[in-house]
Each structure stands twice: as structure tokens, then as C-alpha cells.
């Protein structure tokens, strides 16, 4: 029994304290969090955060908001690395099963399953408050499902559950349909029975999306695109306000940083092992399709799509890419024990120093233990308004750190916080009206800062943003 937990302990106990020492203490900017503080705000107060709502992120992260430690931001933090220790401990038992009987499987599975958690971006990641840590887990619990489940209706109706609770967290989720529907084993019934059973889980599982409605019926402070109505979810839940995002004129940059990135994961040695398990003849067949799938389905969609932020869509492929390292760890480990396995004492060591060096270099890098630049903001901007102030913030870091400290802090509760991007939106203007009933908010189309300091024109205004160092200006009518 010892035997058998020694390996998923010792990655829990290295994953956990890596995480631990460079988790951050609360909200924070480090590593492109700077989404955080709306997932927080939006969790805390029942409300809807940007598109596309993310209702399963919603759920999970509500219970981790019930820990009774730290600040609200340091719980949902929490949660990123929990799911990605998760996450790990299924990639390595997808590793030890798909090496049954290999002498040296278990070590080769746990060095893959280090080096995935371990990875920069991945990392990055499991310390703050994002998405993809519980995305990554869901993915493998995919990949899993595809892999080893038969096609009995029951397992098959729980794929297909699964698939749409997924997309309940992420909408590129769908990437993966191709895997949803892919077949290892013959069944006894019928292909259109199959179909239907994967169909009705699916719609089962995305029936999570009806949160997102009911959340919104509230009116809570949080809630974008107001999805009460079948046109106005529909334009949340697709994400329609990021479409413009793709585009192919960022492909030939993209193709050099997805290249970059994956070379700073794994580092030359690990891409000529994973290339090597690719190129293995000797693999079986039956879980290729799936791990490439990933592999390729998400690196595309990393190379069109033109956010700021598309290198994390690559932590997918980091995951599948991880899953053919461990299958060519195995290989070269057998091949290395059969011929030269007296020299273990002297590589065994190097190699152990070389994997403290490359922990250290990397929590380094992503460390977020110590961003204070969210708290200090705040602080900073709070502190230094007039009673009453209208502030106006002009980018998402400024705006959704002021919404987390003012309704989850409630610090500065007499100040009106006011997204100049989003004045746009009849939603958000509706929202405004419902979050601060004091402030006089004109019937105008076109509505913009300027009208709303010529309504409200007995209090002070501020503009507010952050593009490296704080910057407040301040103003009466």
C-alpha cells in the first residue's frame, strides 16, 4: 500500500509546497492575473463576470470562498492550486496506466507529472486566481474518460456530463468535441444510441449555464451582459464581445512565441524527448489520437487568437506535450537501466541538482507571493479621493481591483467606481443605476464620462488608471 501512494504523495508534497511559498496573499496582478478581481467580486457577490460567465468556475470557487482563512482573494488563489495538483495527480495516473507493467513507469510518470506542474506557465497559473488551473483538470479528466472508459451508457452519459460541466468553466472546451465523440472499444448498441446518450449528458452537464440567469435576476453589482433575457445570454455565454479577437495577422508572431514557450517548459532536452515518443513506432495507437487532438486543437487556437493574453490557451498542449514526455521518459530509462545502469550514482545526482536549479529559477519568475501592487493601488486610490468621489477607471486592472476592494473589502462604500470602456453597454448602465442609486445617470445612447460629470456636477471626479505606477487625477466641477 506504501508502495503505491510514495509516488503520488511525494508529487503532492513538492507540487503543494511550490505552490505554497509563491501563492499569492491576495488579489493580484502577477503573471496576467489581472482578471482576478472580477471572478473574485463576481464569486462573492452571487453576480456575473465578464464573458462567458464561467457558471462551473462559479460553484467550485463559492466553496473555496467558505475557507476560513486569509483574505476572499486568497482562498479563490487557493483554488487555482488545488486544482492543478489535481490536475497533476491525473496526469500521472494516466501516465501509470497507459505503462502497465513497466518497471520504471511510476518514476517516468512522476518526472513528466513534476515537470508539467512545474512548468513556467502552468505555474504562473496555479498561484492566482484564474481559470485555467481548473480547466486543466477537467481536460484530463476528458482525456481520461476517452481513454480508458468503455461505452456503456452509463459511462458514455458521464462523458458527455462531464464535457458540458467543462464548458461550464471555459468555452474552448468545445475544442475537444472531436474527442467527446472519438471511440477506443466496440459497444453493444447502436452508433445513433451512442450519439444520443453523449448528447443528452452534454446537455445535462451544460445546464450549468442556467446560474448564470438567476445570478443575474438579482441585480448584483457583478453582472455583465445582464443574460435575462435568451439574446443577451447568448451574447454572454459565446463570448461575442471577443470574437474580434481572431485574426490572422498575428499568426507568424504567435508561431514564434508558441515555439518559445514550449522551449521554456520543457527546455531542448525535454522537446527531443517528447518528439521521440512521437515518433516511437512501438506506442500503441489507441491514446494518440486524444493527446494529439489536445495538443494541436489548442496550439491553432493559441496562434488566432489575438488577446494579450492567447500564450495561455497553450497550457493544454503543455499537458498533452507532458503526456508523450512521460511515455519517452519510460523508454529512455529502460533503454539507460538495461546498458548503463551502474552510472546511476553519478547521473542520478547531477540530474536532481539540475531539477532543484530549474524549481528555484522558475518560482523565481512567477513568484506572486510578494505583488502588492493590486493592495497598494487600492490603497493608494482610496485613500487619496474626496467623500463622494465619481471615479473613472480606464483599463481592466484599475477597474476590477477597485471593484473587489470596495464590495468585498467595502472599503469606500460613499464613492462611485464608473469603467469608462463599458458606458457603452446598456447593461452596464443599468447596473450602475441599481449598484449606486444616489448617482444621476442620463437616458443618453452614447453616454460617456463628461455627461455623467455635467449630471453630477456637485461631486468631485477622478480619473483613475495603471500603466506601471499608479496614476490619479482629480478634479471639481
Keep these: 500500500m506504501i508502495r503505491k501512494i510514495v509516488f503520488p504523495l511525494?508529487?503532492?508534497?513538492?507540487?503543494?509546497?511550490?505552490?505554497?511559498?509563491?501563492?499569492?496573499?491576495?488579489?493580484?496582478?502577477?503573471?496576467?492575473?489581472?482578471?482576478?478581481?472580477?471572478?473574485?467580486?463576481?464569486?462573492?457577490?452571487?453576480?456575473?463576470?465578464?464573458?462567458?460567465?464561467?457558471?462551473?468556475?462559479?460553484?467550485?470557487?463559492?466553496?473555496?470562498?467558505?475557507?476560513?482563512?486569509?483574505?476572499?482573494?486568497?482562498?479563490?488563489?487557493?483554488?487555482?492550486?488545488?486544482?492543478?495538483?489535481?490536475?497533476?495527480?491525473?496526469?500521472?495516473?494516466?501516465?501509470?496506466?497507459?505503462l502497465p507493467g513497466q518497471?520504471?513507469?511510476?518514476?517516468?510518470?512522476?518526472?513528466?507529472?513534476?515537470?508539467?506542474?512545474?512548468?513556467?506557465?502552468?505555474?504562473?497559473?496555479?498561484?492566482?486566481?484564474?481559470?485555467?488551473?481548473?480547466?486543466?483538470?477537467?481536460?484530463?479528466?476528458?482525456?481520461?474518460?476517452?481513454?480508458?472508459?468503455?461505452?456503456?451508457?452509463?459511462?458514455?452519459?458521464?462523458?458527455?456530463?462531464?464535457?458540458?460541466?467543462?464548458?461550464?468553466?471555459?468555452?474552448?472546451?468545445?475544442?475537444?468535441?472531436?474527442?467527446?465523440?472519438?471511440?477506443?472499444?466496440?459497444?453493444?448498441?447502436?452508433p445513433k444510441a451512442r450519439i444520443s446518450v453523449r448528447l443528452f449528458g452534454l446537455l445535462l452537464g451544460s445546464m450549468i449555464y442556467i446560474i448564470l440567469p438567476l445570478y443575474a435576476r438579482s441585480n448584483p453589482v457583478i453582472n455583465w451582459g445582464n443574460p435575462v433575457t435568451l439574446n443577451s445570454f447568448i451574447q454572454l455565454?459565446?463570448?461575442?464581445?471577443?470574437?474580434?479577437?481572431?485574426?490572422?495577422?498575428?499568426?507568424?508572431?504567435?508561431?514564434?512565441?508558441?515555439?518559445?514557450?514550449?522551449?521554456e517548459q520543457f527546455g531542448i532536452p525535454g522537446i527531443a524527448i517528447g518528439l521521440f515518443s512521437i515518433m516511437d513506432s512501438k506506442k500503441g495507437n489507441g491514446f494518440t489520437f486524444p493527446i494529439a487532438w489536445i495538443f494541436i486543437s489548442y496550439g491553432v487556437f493559441a496562434l488566432f487568437y489575438a488577446s494579450y493574453d492567447s500564450y495561455v490557451y497553450l497550457i493544454p498542449t503543455i499537458l498533452a506535450f507532458s503526456l508523450w514526455l512521460g511515455l519517452g521518459f519510460n523508454t529512455l530509462i529502460n533503454l539507460f537501466m538495461q546498458h548503463w545502469h551502474k552510472a546511476i550514482w553519478i547521473i542520478a545526482p547531477i540530474a536532481i541538482g539540475l531539477f532543484v536549479w530549474h524549481t528555484i529559477s522558475v518560482a523565481t519568475a512567477v513568484d506572486a507571493s510578494k505583488d502588492n501592487r493590486a493592495e497598494l493601488f487600492g490603497k493608494s486610490v482610496f485613500d487619496s479621493v474626496s467623500n463622494n468621489a465619481i471615479?473613472?477607471?480606464?483599463?481592466?486592472?484599475?477597474?476590477?481591483?477597485?471593484?473587489?476592494?470596495?464590495?468585498?473589502?467595502?472599503?469606500?462604500?460613499?464613492?462611485?467606481?464608473?469603467?469608462?470602456?463599458?458606458?457603452?453597454?446598456?447593461?452596464?448602465?443599468?447596473?450602475?443605476?441599481?449598484?449606486?442609486?444616489?448617482?444621476?445617470?442620463?437616458?443618453?445612447?452614447?453616454?460617456?464620462?463628461?455627461?455623467?460629470?455635467?449630471?453630477?456636477?456637485?461631486?468631485?471626479?477622478?480619473?483613475?488608471?495603471?500603466l506601471g505606477e499608479t496614476k490619479i487625477d482629480c478634479f471639481l466641477f
Design 391 to 466: 471615479i473613472f477607471t480606464k483599463d481592466d486592472p484599475s477597474t476590477f481591483a477597485l471593484w473587489y476592494f470596495q464590495f468585498v473589502e467595502g472599503k469606500r462604500a460613499d464613492t462611485s467606481v464608473i469603467a469608462e470602456g463599458l458606458l457603452e453597454y446598456d447593461w452596464y448602465r443599468q447596473s450602475l443605476k441599481t449598484t449606486y442609486p444616489d448617482l444621476d445617470i442620463p437616458e443618453l445612447l452614447n453616454l460617456s464620462s463628461y455627461h455623467l460629470i455635467l449630471r453630477n456636477s456637485n461631486r468631485p471626479y477622478c480619473f483613475v488608471s495603471y
Design 237 to 263: 455565454a459565446s463570448g461575442k464581445i471577443y470574437q474580434s479577437y481572431f485574426s490572422l495577422s498575428f499568426v507568424v508572431e504567435h508561431v514564434r512565441a508558441w515555439i518559445r514557450i514550449l522551449f
Design 10 to 98: 511525494g508529487i503532492v508534497l513538492i507540487l503543494s509546497s511550490a505552490y505554497f511559498l509563491t501563492l499569492a496573499p491576495s488579489l493580484s496582478w502577477a503573471n496576467g492575473g489581472a482578471d482576478g478581481g472580477d471572478f473574485i467580486t463576481a464569486v462573492y457577490v452571487n453576480g456575473v463576470p465578464h464573458p462567458t460567465g464561467y457558471p462551473l468556475y462559479l460553484v467550485i470557487a463559492k466553496l473555496f470562498q467558505w475557507l476560513p482563512i486569509g483574505s476572499f482573494a486568497y482562498r479563490t488563489n487557493i483554488m487555482s492550486s488545488v486544482c492543478t495538483i489535481l490536475a497533476s495527480l491525473l496526469i500521472y495516473k494516466t501516465l501509470v496506466q497507459l
Design 103 to 190: 518497471k520504471y513507469g511510476k518514476v517516468a510518470s512522476t518526472i513528466a507529472t513534476l515537470t508539467f506542474g512545474l512548468a513556467p506557465l502552468v505555474w504562473s497559473q496555479a498561484v492566482i486566481t484564474e481559470v485555467y488551473g481548473l480547466q486543466s483538470l477537467l481536460i484530463i479528466i476528458i482525456l481520461y474518460q476517452s481513454i480508458f472508459f468503455g461505452n456503456s451508457k452509463r459511462e458514455i452519459c458521464l462523458r458527455g456530463l462531464l464535457f458540458g460541466l467543462a464548458l461550464g468553466n471555459h468555452l474552448t472546451t468545445i475544442l475537444l468535441l472531436p474527442i467527446l465523440f472519438w471511440e477506443k472499444k466496440t459497444s453493444s448498441f447502436t
